[in-house]
């Protein structure tokens, strides 16, 4: 029996939908935080796409063809397991968020500053700056997007055009800079394999991993698609091409431009732009970047806070969790009470990453950015687990189920999806492993470990509560016309 919400507006077409997974999944700030390695974060790029990104791709684009259901791998895991994994599956990829969104808000206040230059960047270590940025922001897309698709999807497209002229004018700098002055980084053979502190190397991996993922986002929203069956795939396929080229171009780009040891994390591609336009003397390039990737990342927030969101209403569809999550807003009709919730969580989750510290000290602004990163990326790889573990099990489920013009059937029978899958399942558990490295320079690591270990271990806590006082109570929903049974 497939659960299908009735109520939503379809209003996403093709490119809308490529919009939003460029803007939701290219993280511009992944490349400069891989640039602390230097030339072998090229390697590990090309790595993270032919280990994790291929075979996720390769997954996503069957499954939704398949199953076009409203909340993505929710859904395809409760078909798969049954409620209680599909719950789990669908509260990690919920929950991750309320991490996500703060993590990315740094970065964007980070580089609306860089015209200030040195004063930009003291103020944006600023508690005061962090919280009132990171909230104010949050709260404004949180409305925007119960105002619904057909008024949020302006912020999508802008912020989809604010990370292509970036990453444009960095491949732009990288190819000046080598033709000018030659390459800053050596990227010999050699020089292409992780030698030093190979641990942290691959600690570092798992962010390039986690850069690929989000491409399910417009799973979730599946039944707001024209023409899901076709319109989700070929999504996948027209994002994935461009974001691959995006992430190795800029990558190679800003290692061209300037050497490792001089980028900061969370302005490191303006860095690179303002360095090159510089010796050029075209001073002021690198704050109008700075200025493009806050409104990307502002693009970004507000694409993810929007599909989010759509896990918790189809669980309280379900009655996997409270029914007020299935309300949809009478005008509107999207699901206000599920964005309201998600923003009061994140805020104090935020609250309590950047005010609480575990053993002596406080904790900097830099080490709540690394804490709420990789506990996103820890909680977030959970349900991919599910997905490539849901491909298997409903590739055999489905197989008494002929498929149609509509349907996208991965080569190499079951072996090869077993092939596939496994290779998507593997490289997760590894990059998940990886995540408890603390980055280089943590000061107080036991800090770092309790807060990656507690929280996560704490909030699948709380997620199991939820499930198990739901299903005690009957399923109330909002009436006859926001859901329908149909077989």
């Known amino acids: 029996m497939t659960r299908k919400i009735t109520g939503l507006i379809t209003s996403l077409t093709l490119w809308d939908v490529v919009a939003m997974n460029i803007v939701a999944v290219v993280g511009l700030r992944w490349i400069s935080r891989s640039a602390r390695l230097g030339a072998p974060s090229v390697t590990l790029w090309i790595l993270a796409c032919l280990l994790f990104f291929v ?27 049954g409620p209680v994994h599909g719950f789990v599956c669908g509260w990690c990829m919920w929950v991750n968020n309320l991490f996500y969104f703060p993590s990315l808000l740094l970065f964007a206040g980070a580089n609306m500053l860089v015209p200030m ?18 909230l104010g922001f949050l709260w404004l897309t949180t409305f925007i997007n119960i105002l619904g ?32 002055f030659g390459s800053a980084t050596s990227f010999a053979p050699s020089e292409l394999v992780p030698r030093e502190n190979l641990l942290d190397s691959m600690s570092l991996w798992s962010s390039l991993c986690f850069a690929f993922s989000g491409f399910e986002i417009s799973s979730m929203v599946g039944q707001e698609v024209y023409e899901p069956r076709q319109t989700i795939p070929r999504s996948i396929v027209l994002s994935g091409v461009a974001i691959t080229a995006i992430y190795i171009l800029s990558s190679a780009s800003v290692l061209v431009a300037v050497p490792a040891s001089e980028l900061a994390e969370r302005s490191g591609i303006a860095d690179a732009v303002e360095l090159v336009g510089g010796r050029l003397g075209f001073a002021g390039l690198g704050a109008f970047i700075g200025l493009l990737l806050f409104v990307g990342s502002i693009g970004g ?10 896990v918790p209403f189809a669980a309280g569809v379900d009655a996997a969790m409270p029914a007020a999550f299935a309300r949809l807003h009478p005008k509107y009709r999207t699901p206000h009470i599920a964005l309201i919730a998600q923003a009061v969580a994140t805020t104090l989750l935020f609250l309590a990453s950047v005010y609480i510290s575990v053993g002596g000290g406080e904790t900097t602004i830099q080490e709540a950015y690394d804490i709420m990163v990789n506990l996103t990326i820890l909680i977030y790889f959970l349900p991919y687990l599910y997905l490539f573990a849901s491909f298997i099990r409903l590739r055999s489920i489905d197989r008494s189920m002929p498929a149609d013009e509509n349907t996208i059937v991965l080569p190499g ?6 092939l596939i899958a496994g290779c998507g399942l593997l490289t997760t558990l590894i990059a998940m492993g990886f995540v408890f490295i603390p980055p280089t320079g943590t000061a107080n690591v036991l800090n770092y470990e309790v807060n990656l270990i507690g929280q996560a271990a704490a909030l699948i806590a709380v997620g199991m509560a939820f499930y198990f006082s739901a299903r005690k109570k009957p399923s109330v929903v909002s ?6 049974e149909v077989r």
């Open 413 to 418: 029978g079951t072996a090869g999806a077993w």
């Open 479 to 484: 009436g006859p016309s926001d859901t329908d």
């Open 117 to 134: 230059g040195a004063e930009g960047a003291a103020i944006a270590e600023a508690r005061w700056f962090s919280v009132t940025f990171v």
């Open 149 to 180: 698709f057909s008024a949020g999807k302006w912020l999508q497209h802008l912020g989809a055009i604010a990370t292509w002229i970036p990453a444009i004018l960095l491949i732009a700098a990288g190819a000046i800079a080598f033709v000018s």
């Open 301 to 310: 927030t507000s694409s993810w806070i929007a599909g989010a969101a759509r």
């Open 55 to 81: 075979p996720l791709a390769a997954v996503l684009a069957e499954l939704s063809s398949r199953h076009p259901e409203q909340g993505g791998i929710y859904a395809w895991a409760r078909r798969a397991f």
